[in-house]
């Protein structure tokens, strides 16, 4: 990894790339940048693959593609079991990630696909494979818990949080870096970063869906957001922008350990809330 000292023009040569990978040099207006060939993308390609084989494994046994994880239900999330066992199952850690790994259906799972093979290949190109697996799970993580937080009763699964986390880690990773890249190609990354977390907004005060884990999707948003603010590195550095870096990491820890204290310690939590803003 190379650092650019401040006196060298911060757009004479940007390395985005952290890890010791094969790449590619394309031109971007003028500006060399040295990016990972989408074939080289493999965490994006990996968690792929494994939700479509554990979909379509269990719609060949059920014979169906309405139903994506009726075999599978042990990946689900869920912090207690059904009336009357109402027995906690914080001990089943494995469910604050695996709920990643199935969908309920064909669209859901299509979706997903989409929006996770975009937002992962900006990723992983410019912060590696590593940083992109922790994206992912720190989505997945902190998405998982801020539904047990609300309620919990609910029972999660898909990957929109996990990818969620990707969006965010997209705009955190371009954010302090606007004195170092091309004016429009810093733009644009923006945009994608902003445009999901947009989208699911807009979704939510206009076509509001109970089945939809609204709160799973921003936490999973601003976990991969803040933690990319800290974990990316930026061309120019100046001293407020290591004080963000800091403050973004420190917000995290904050955040995902009042989830993990509330998660732990309120077993048998009996405030049930929801996601509905009140209405006059």
């Given at each position: 990894?190379?650092?650019?000292?401040?006196?060298?023009?911060p757009m004479r040569r940007v390395r985005v790339t952290q890890e010791s990978e094969e790449i590619d040099t394309v031109s971007v207006s003028n500006e060399e940048f040295e990016i990972?060939?989408?074939?080289?993308?493999?965490?994006?390609?990996?968690f792929l693959w494994v939700i479509w084989i554990i979909f379509l494994v269990n719609c060949g046994i059920n014979g169906s593609f309405n139903?994506?994880?009726?075999h599978f239900k042990i990946l689900l999330f869920k912090a207690i079991t059904e009336y009357p066992q109402c027995k906690p199952l914080q001990k089943e850690w494995w469910r604050l990630f695996t709920n990643m790994l199935i969908h309920s259906d064909m669209k859901h799972i299509a979706l997903n696909t989409v929006f996770i093979f975009m937002n992962g290949y900006v990723v992983e190109?410019?912060?590696?494979?590593?940083?992109?697996?922790?994206?992912?799970?720190?989505?997945?993580?902190?998405?998982?818990?801020?539904?047990?937080y609300i309620n919990r009763y609910k029972t999660a699964l898909g990957a929109s949080h996990a990818g969620m986390g990707l969006g965010g880690a997209v705009l955190g990773s371009y954010l302090l870096n606007y004195d170092g890249y091309d004016k429009i190609f810093y733009r644009i990354h923006c945009v994608v970063g902003c445009f999901y977390i947009?989208?699911?907004?807009?979704?939510?005060?206009?076509?509001?869906?109970?089945?939809?884990?609204y709160i799973g999707h921003w936490i999973g948003y601003l976990n991969g957001f803040l933690l990319s603010l800290y974990l990316s590195q930026t061309v120019v550095k100046k001293k407020w922008?290591?004080?963000i870096k800091q403050t973004g990491f420190s917000l995290f820890i904050a955040l995902n350990?009042?989830?993990?204290?509330?998660?732990?310690?309120?077993?048998?939590?009996?405030?049930?809330?929801?996601?509905?803003?009140?209405?006059?």
């Open positions: 990894e190379i650092d650019l000292p401040e006196q060298l023009s990972v060939s989408v074939k080289r993308i493999y965490i994006t390609y990996s139903n994506g994880y009726e190109s410019i912060a590696g494979h590593t940083k992109t697996g922790i994206y992912i799970l720190s989505g997945a993580f902190g998405g998982t818990l801020g539904l047990a947009a989208s699911d907004l807009i979704s939510y005060v206009y076509d509001y869906e109970d089945s939809i884990g922008k290591t004080a350990a009042f989830l993990v204290c509330d998660y732990l310690f309120n077993t048998y939590k009996t405030n049930v809330m929801n996601d509905i803003l009140p209405t006059s």
